[in-house]
């Protein structure tokens, strides 16, 4: 039986390319986690650091599977595998071991992350990921009104919106 031809291979080939950037739409079901997955390994193939590449998903299932998948394909008898498990150990990357060096994440935990970062931030009352933000844009929306009743060098922008 003769493998099923993909339409779009020309395009899945060229996504691959670490030199470019893409955005990849398609339905359900249609590839792309694999796709991206594909793409993970072959950047991991040309990287210093596996830390280098970020793939952002939207849920922390997605991240999870995406993770997965990676590690999967790290495991297998393919040319682009066999670059990453030899550049892996001349350098010393132990991602089996240690998968968090990948940085598959939500986006909610890489923002969080960029935050926690930020020396400007008051980081005393520390930050979390919440699944009820309501009362912190109204607290935010407050707080930025509250500045049209102060001397704050910021008021007359406020007040033009």
């Known amino acids: 039986m003769a493998e099923r ?6 395009q899945r080939q060229r996504a691959l390319d670490a030199a470019t950037s893409f955005i990849v739409q398609a339905p359900a079901g249609s ?5 991206l997955a594909q793409r993970f390994v072959s950047l991991l193939a040309i990287v210093e650091r596996p830390e280098e590449i970020l793939a952002i ?7 999870a599977e995406m993770r997965h998948r990676v590690l999967a394909m790290l495991d297998t008898d393919t040319p682009a595998a066999h670059a990453v498990r030899q550049r892996a150990q001349t350098r010393g990357w132990d991602i089996q071991a240690n998968p968090n060096v990948l940085k598959i994440q939500t986006i909610d935990s890489f923002a969080l992350e960029i935050a926690s970062q930020t020396p400007q931030l008051d980081m005393s009352t520390g930050m979390r990921i919440t699944e009820q933000a309501e009362p912190y844009y109204e607290a935010a929306v407050d707080a930025l009104l509250q500045r049209l009743h102060r001397r704050d060098a910021t008021a007359p922008v406020i007040a033009e919106f």
């Open 5 to 10: 031809e993909i339409p779009d291979a020309a």
């Open 31 to 35: 590839g792309k986690t694999t796709l």
């Open 57 to 63: 998903t939207f849920t922390k299932k997605a991240a």
